[in-house]
């Protein structure tokens, strides 16, 4: 199959996560119940992938994702399938969204791939464009954890960051061209040392990584910890920016900003379609800033899509192709 060619400005991706399918529910509560094995389990939520991925093909979005339709947790899906970790009891994350924590019993281990035969699978039905890897950091996993073997963060950290090396390299190996680490948890805790922390960790997971390096951090005060972060071994930050009004852009014109940027233009939870009108207008905000050039720009979502119904995650999505297609045109 020929491969896709990426715009060189304004290229479109998502950030991971879409709305579950009903075939992939299904498939995550039978595996749960112990009805099928883990390898039914990837085959049953195969044809979730696949709407996911023509979805995205519908709306012209050029880096495409599998929607993490086998996850019913960004934590506890790699942390049910590495070396270590037990299931917890019911947290509240917020409103009502609930998560089992997991426990952390032993030393952390990778055992077996945990996301390249979905990948594959994603890229084998993607009309050769690209399949962007996402996989929750070791920071997020950290935090989002009960250590009962550690009881030292970043001993925990580094081995967590050893393991997801190890699912990278595999990831890599495969064909994988964009890997992102999603660690929404580091703006919860803006402190130096937090980030200096997780820069060691992220140098453990990419060190000599021959794939488009990309963090995703969303919501908090980013602003508080982007001084420290902004030598991470990394190619692009994507980050929201539509749902905080666009706050950031002034912190990063005045750090000088100078890697690619993820630059999430739609509000993933608002049920308002953003017209394409206002997508470019607020890519034009980002644009007169005067910091950063269409090629280093790539336009998505805020963040994961999960929570949004499929019909107005879809039109938010064609909306910011048409949107990046006119904008390409403009600049």
Not at 81 to 109: M, Q
Not at 209 to 232: D, F, M, T, V, W
Not at 240 to 245: D, F, H, L, R, Y
Not at 270 to 290: A, D, H, N, W
Request: glycine letters at 6%.
């Amino acid at each position: 199959m020929r491969s896709y060619e990426v715009p060189r400005k304004f290229p479109t991706t998502v950030v991971g996560s879409y709305p579950k399918i009903a075939q992939a529910d299904r498939a995550i509560k039978l595996r749960k119940s112990g009805q099928i094995s883990e390898l039914e389990f990837r085959e049953l939520v195969k044809p979730a992938i696949r709407e996911v991925v023509e979805d995205h093909l519908w709306a012209g979005i050029d880096i495409v994702s599998d929607g993490e339709q086998a996850r019913d947790d960004m934590v506890v899906y790699f942390a049910e399938r590495l070396r270590g970790y037990s299931s917890g009891g019911w947290v509240r994350v917020f409103d009502n969204e609930y998560f089992k924590k997991p426990i952390v019993l032993g030393k952390i281990e990778w055992i077996e791939p945990m996301a390249v035969d979905l990948w594959s699978y994603a890229s084998s039905v993607s009309s050769g464009r690209p399949v962007k890897v996402t996989l929750t950091g070791p920071y997020t996993m950290l935090e989002w954890s009960f250590d009962l073997h550690y009881r030292d963060r970043k001993e925990l950290m580094m081995d967590l960051a050893r393991a997801i090396r190890k699912e990278v390299e595999k990831l890599v190996a495969a064909g994988a061209k964009y890997v992102q680490i999603d660690e929404p948890a580091l703006s919860t805790k803006p402190f130096k040392e937090e980030a200096d922390m997780l820069k060691e960790a992220l140098d453990v997971v990419f060190r000599g990584i021959e794939a488009k390096r990309i963090i995703h951090i969303c919501y908090g005060r980013i602003e508080k910890i982007l001084p420290y972060i902004l030598e991470y071994p990394v190619d692009q930050f994507d980050l929201e920016m539509k749902n905080s009004n666009f706050r950031l852009l002034p912190y990063l014109k005045e750090y000088g900003y100078n890697k690619e940027i993820g630059c999430g233009v739609v509000d993933v939870h608002s049920f308002q379609v953003e017209s394409v009108r206002e997508i470019k207008e607020s890519v034009e905000k980002l644009m007169r800033e005067g910091f950063i050039g269409p090629e280093k720009v790539y336009l998505d979502p805020d963040c994961g899509l999960k929570r949004l119904p499929r019909e107005i995650a879809r039109a938010k999505l064609k909306n910011i192709a048409e949107a990046a297609r006119q904008l390409r045109e403009e600049w």
